[in-house]
């Protein structure tokens, strides 16, 4: 079967949650005997670890949109057998809704656009066409369909979490957890100044790492070296000193404030390597990957004092902490290993080419 999969970027080149779930999915579905392709902007025609990736010219990007005007002709001429699209992603349902002919396609819908709200008035009614005309629309968890307005009257939502490489993401033993993780880009979404300004309320805070990078790493390390935190940053992390920062990690740290976090994939890595989690509550998939007082702890979004209180409380017994290491993993193994759930993602591919 000619799968395309269709995004703005792809990872290694942009380092992403999305990025790195549709890299993760087209491997996988290579290894099955499958032909895939990934449509992406700019960039021109080329391989990314084995993958064909065709970048269609792209003249701006809007508040992170890319504007793409290849998009409609390119979608018109495949001969993939289905088109998957992996959502927000605007001017790909922009450039589908105006094909006369269409292949069957499948959506992911990896969240709602939070930052670009104002559009929807316009663009809402459009993606509302969209999601309802896919043969199946793939949602990380029940929790995001349900708070979603795009999504809870749909009938063809299906429910796929985004898992982790059991074999590789591992518990590396408990001995030697010293220090919190922050794993992600340095976005306002992600909270990432609610975590900081936690350790700056903090009477002795404790050793705190942030792995990522990106757009607000100036200030971030300007508040730092301001407030003086025990507090390092690191960038261009690999996957294997990813995993052995996890492994090392009394806790991972996931701060967001908005429901672009619409599941959290770093906090099933996390767990898969024995290590508990602390995160926002969110109304979306990242309260429930996260199992409050069994894998770890929920905090107030946006509350920097909610959030020292519970790291607080996970300092105070360190026999919670160790029977929290156990159950992450344990519900890793039991909800989140990736090579299940893609084979679920697979069989969404292929039976949308037999309707």
Not at 142 to 167: K, M
């Amino acid at each position: 079967m000619k799968i395309l999969q269709v995004y703005k970027d792809i990872f290694p080149e942009v380092h992403g949650g999305i990025e790195r779930h549709i890299y993760d999915l087209s491997q996988f579905l290579v290894s099955r005997g499958h032909s895939v392709e990934v449509l992406v902007a700019g960039g021109g025609n080329r391989d990314v670890d084995g993958l064909a990736v065709k970048g269609i010219w792209s003249p701006a990007r809007v508040l992170s949109n890319p504007v793409v005007p290849g998009f409609s002709r390119f979608l018109a001429g495949t001969d993939a057998d289905v088109v998957h699209f992996h959502l927000p992603l605007p001017s790909a349902v922009l450039a589908w809704a105006v094909l006369k002919k269409k292949k069957p396609y499948v959506v992911t819908y990896h969240s709602d656009i939070v930052r670009q709200a104002f559009v929807m008035p316009v663009y809402g009614p459009v993606l509302g066409r969209f999601l309802a005309g896919a043969r199946s629309v793939i949602v990380s968890s029940d929790n995001y369909i349900r708070t979603s307005p795009y999504l809870r009257d749909l009938h063809n939502t299906q429910t796929i979490p985004i898992g982790a490489d059991l074999e590789r993401f591992k518990p590396g033993g408990t001995a030697g957890k010293a220090y919190y993780l922050f794993v992600g880009r340095f976005r306002r979404y992600k909270g990432i100044f609610v975590l900081l300004d936690a350790w700056r309320k903090m009477e002795n805070p404790p050793d705190l790492i942030l792995a990522g990078g990106g757009g607000l790493e100036k200030k971030v390390n300007a508040f730092i070296s301001e407030h003086h935190l025990p507090v390092s940053v690191v960038t261009n992390v690999s996957d294997e000193e990813l995993i052995s920062l996890y492994q090392g990690a009394k806790a991972l740290i996931l701060p967001s404030i908005q429901r672009s976090e619409a599941f959290g994939m770093v906090q099933v890595e996390a767990m898969a390597c024995g290590a508990a989690v602390i995160s926002s509550n969110l109304p979306t998939g990242v309260s429930w990957v996260n199992s409050h007082g069994e894998t770890g702890l929920l905090f107030t979004p946006g509350d920097s004092s909610d959030l020292c209180r519970a790291v607080a409380r996970f300092e105070e017994s360190e026999t919670m902490r160790a029977a929290m290491y156990t159950q992450a993993r344990n519900r890793a193994e039991a909800l989140f290993n990736s090579r299940t759930l893609l084979k679920r993602v697979e069989e969404c591919l292929i039976e949308a080419t037999v309707i």
